[in-house]
């Protein structure tokens, strides 16, 4: 059953940690994406990477990182460093880049 | 720098109404237009996408259609149920910028029994 996985669904930190967001997918998909989602607005693009060993900062990239090890996974971290971490948080993957993207179920950060 | 625009916010219709969403775009050089759906609290699931070539696509009750030289998009729901409630996204995708969607706040969209 191929598709994207996100995890935990809801995450609670104290202001001043660092968390890390998992994303891993099983599509065989070169591309991967994250974004961010505050309430009533759309998507705004934080990091995406077109090949393993490979990733550019998007829109909104301060105060956070990310890495891309493996073909199927993408993980966010959340750095003390982001001034409003407080978000959903979704990841996506398209087969090569340019291509339609796919959305994993989203993670919802709540920091206080 | 391309601004995508959903209006209205909100929508809410009867059960069994058709009725159409708007999407427009401030730049035309757009690669591909998608539009999805999001249920409350959960991820994006794509409903259609139009590629710059192609005027519409369909898909079952689903219609989209494109107009680049206007920059609009419209996404026509027939025969409405209340299984359809959801926020509606729209996002472009330019060619400057082919790997990056840019989208639009949403409608959220309520249909009532």
């Known amino acids: 059953d191929g598709g994207i996985t996100q995890s935990p669904k809801y995450l609670f930190r104290k202001e001043g940690q660092n968390v890390t967001l998992s994303c891993e997918q099983n599509?065989?998909?070169?591309?991967m994406y994250w974004y961010r989602q505050d309430p009533g607005q759309g998507l705004r693009l934080i990091y995406y990477s077109q090949i393993v060993n490979d990733f550019q900062k998007g829109d909104i990239a301060e105060g956070y990182s990310v890495s891309r090890e493996k073909k199927e996974s993408f993980p966010l971290t959340v750095t003390s460093a982001q001034k409003n971490p407080t978000a959903f948080y979704l990841c996506?993957?398209?087969?090569?880049?340019?291509?339609?993207?796919?959305f994993g179920p989203g993670t919802r950060l709540t920091v206080t | 720098k391309q601004e995508v625009t959903q209006i209205p916010a909100a929508l809410s219709v009867p059960e069994g109404e058709n009725l159409v969403l708007n999407c427009s775009f401030t730049?035309?050089?757009?690669?591909?237009l998608q539009w999805f759906r999001q249920d409350p609290g959960k991820g994006l699931t794509s409903l259609l996408l139009?590629?710059?070539?192609?005027r519409e696509q369909t898909s079952g009750r689903l219609n989209a259609s494109l107009d680049k030289s206007s920059g609009r998009s419209t996404l026509y729901i027939a025969a409405s149920q209340p299984g359809d409630s959801a926020t509606y996204l729209c996002?472009?995708?330019?060619?400057?910028?082919?790997?990056?969607?840019?989208f639009g706040q949403g409608t959220r969209l309520t249909i009532n029994p």
């Open positions: 139009i590629q710059s070539s192609q």
């Open positions: 599509l065989n998909h070169d591309a």
């Open positions: 996002a472009v995708r330019t060619p400057q910028g082919a790997q990056k969607l840019v």
């Open positions: 996506a993957s398209s087969i090569e880049p340019g291509r339609e993207q796919y």
């Open positions: 730049d035309s050089a757009i690669y591909n």
